[in-house]
């Protein structure tokens, strides 16, 4: 990871909790947790804010309030947590020093901060213990104490707090026995833990077996061994089971089984019982009447009750034994809710299946059937990064149609939100609630058309790039001067080229090398007509140069020629001059120091420098003329960025080449390639853009994922260092 600043990204536990940890400080780590509770779900970031989604009735979303969001909301605190977990209709969360807080529903002191109000803030638990992990069941909660003494609270009806009574506790009271314990899992109406020397001890509800000690059905009041002799790993506790991975990585379950949670034939076990099949497992989740694992490899297996498509493998058909989840994830976590389940990837991006009633999958859409990314932004029409920026750009495709939004790099107010911090993706954040039928982005500035075809830009205005002379530097969107009315925009460097309805093209901004094409070496403030006359159909801007393509397919381009980025080997041009080697185009994009464009047949075609194998001809030598990219692929969509390109194949598959040092061309290295190589992920794009050092590219589905720098958190997905291989925007 590049030593650049902190932000945020999440993680998750289920009715089961773990604890994790990236540096916050010089003796303590946090990684991302994720954590799925009734019909709610947290996560924790790598800066140690939680974020929670779903159901809020009783305020378990932490955000001092109790109205339900379908995407991340922040908790209300400004404590640093290091760990979440999430019980039926609240949720607990350690800070740093291992001190509890709790919110949501308070059933019978499940707060545990000695009161039975619930809190839509989080409130902290009384008894000043530290707390190395925790565990938040229906309405109970336990805590594990750094020297492996167990703590309940909450509802006891059925002896779940294993005090040897059935009297609720509203503050932390230590479990009986005297065992000492490695982990804790608290479930629907009873408790389990591991002890240090792996021995499981259950206690509390026994209905269905779920105390696995072989005895009749009648709760337990104090922690009892679970029958077998086995020595343990991992434990997780679901409403009326439990299960277990032996040190032999061996799956058991046992208690209900009347949908398959148990992983077995259709029946309750009272004793631990070894699932079907021959899977070895490293990480266990239970739910309502499911259960999940994660294998030794990382690849997610569930199984039980799939009428809500908790065990994430397309048809909802209930699983008697473990199911493969669909998409070929590798996750390093794996939680269950009440009817979902989440997963955390192991590049950290959260993913949630199964029941979506309450919005407890971070997205407004029912129930999915197979892993979705958590929070992943409201689906995307248009996507915009410039070759030049640290900023990304979208406009959204629903609600409402066109509004746009920006993140990352933010230093002169190019994304737009009145402000010049740096910024996650918020749907409809730009300023002035316009809808926008395009969107481009410079170095330090933005523009866009309105669907009424009206120029807006914002940003850095020093060298005249938003075309508005009467104005400075803007932190929203003002006006393009002249009143032209525009179908498409580009936004170079310090510059800004659009073609109107009647398709001519006018630029505006420096003129260093010719870039504006007006036939002058003048800078302008407004808009300037490109010389020659031609009628465009659409414009391309990089550095310090511009192209156009007309509609019979013919590209001009005019500006800085010194790598043949105008596709000869003449010298910069201040107007307007057709690309050598008799190519038409359908599409053109302007990077760095390179073009490159597409044919009819879907072929791409590079020219201009080729130092980092930018052109993509299996050289590293500059042409004038353009080249063919190597691989005979036919492509979609094609966008260069200041040393790579990249595309989209017809069958929807990315391929970068060019330089890769930060991750850039997302194949999972940071080696650089003169040759087109698989974007990682087997995702379907429909789009691609490129910048100064990070792509993005978006889904079928609207779905946005991005890879290669995150100095500015132009990756949208809170975590700043790079990610070498596509990651889901978060908001």
Known sequence: MNPKPSAVLFSLLAIAASACSDSIGPKQTIEPMIAAGGAHSCALSKSGTVSCWGSNDVGQLGNGSTTGSASPVLVASGTTFKSVAAGRSYTCALDLAGAAYCWGANYNGSLGNGTTANSSIPVPVSGNQVFASLAAGATHTCGLATDGTAYCWGTNYSGQLGLADTVHRVVPTVVSGGLSFSALAAGGGHTCGITTSGAVYCWGENGQGQLGNGAPPDPRYVPGAVTGGLSFTAIAVGESHSCAIATTG??????????????????????????LGTLTFSHVAAGGAHSCGLTTSGSAHCWGDDNDGAVGNGPTIQQFGPS?????????????????????????????????????????????????????????????????????????????????????????????????????????????????????????????????????????????????PSAGTSYQPIPIAGGLTFTSIASGLWHTC???????????????????????????????????????????????????????????????????QMGDSITQSSFPRQVAGGVTFTTLTVGGAHTCGLVSSGAAYCWGANSSGQLGDGTNASSGPPVAVAGGRTFTTISAGTRRTCAVTTSGAAYCWGFGGNGELGNGTIDSTNVPVAVSGGLTFTAIQTGDSHSCAVTSGGTVYCWGDDYYGQLGRGVLGFSTVPVAVQP
């Open 250 to 275: 061996i799956m058991y379950c046992w208690g209900s089984d009347g949908a398959g949670e148990a992983g077995n034939l259709y029946s309750s076990y009272a004793t631990p019982t070894a699932i």
């Open 324 to 468: 493969a989840v669909s998409g070929g994830l590798s996750f390093r976590a794996i939680v269950a809710g009440r009817s979902h389940t989440c997963g955390l990837t192991s590049n950290d991006v959260p993913y949630c299946w199964g029941s979506n009633a309450s919005g407890q999958l971070g997205r407004p859409i029912e129930r999915m059937l197979v892993p979705t990314p958590v929070g992943s932004l409201s689906p995307v029409s248009t996507l915009a990064i410039g070759p030049t920026s640290s900023h990304t750009c979208a406009l959204q495709a629903t609600g409402p149609t066109g509004a746009a939004y920006c993140w990352g790099k933010n230093s002169e107010g190019e994304l737009g939100n009145g402000s010049t911090i740096s910024a996650s993706p918020v749907p409809d954040s730009v300023r002035g609630g316009g809808l926008y039928s395009m969107i481009s982005t410079g170095l330090s500035h933005t523009c866009a058309v309105r669907t009424t075809g009206a120029g807006y830009c914002w940003g850095y205005n020093g060298l005249g790039q938003l075309g508005n």
């Open 498 to 564: 659009g073609i109107t309805t009647s398709g001519a093209a006018y630029c505006w901004g420096t003129n260093i090398r010719g870039e504006l094409g007006d036939s002058s070496a003048n800078s302008s403030q407004s808009p300037v007509a490109v010389a020659g006359g031609h009628t465009f159909s659409a414009v391309a801007t990089g550095v310090f140069a511009s192209c156009g393509l007309t509609s019979s397919g013919s590209a001009f381009c005019w500006g800085d020629n010194v790598y043949h």
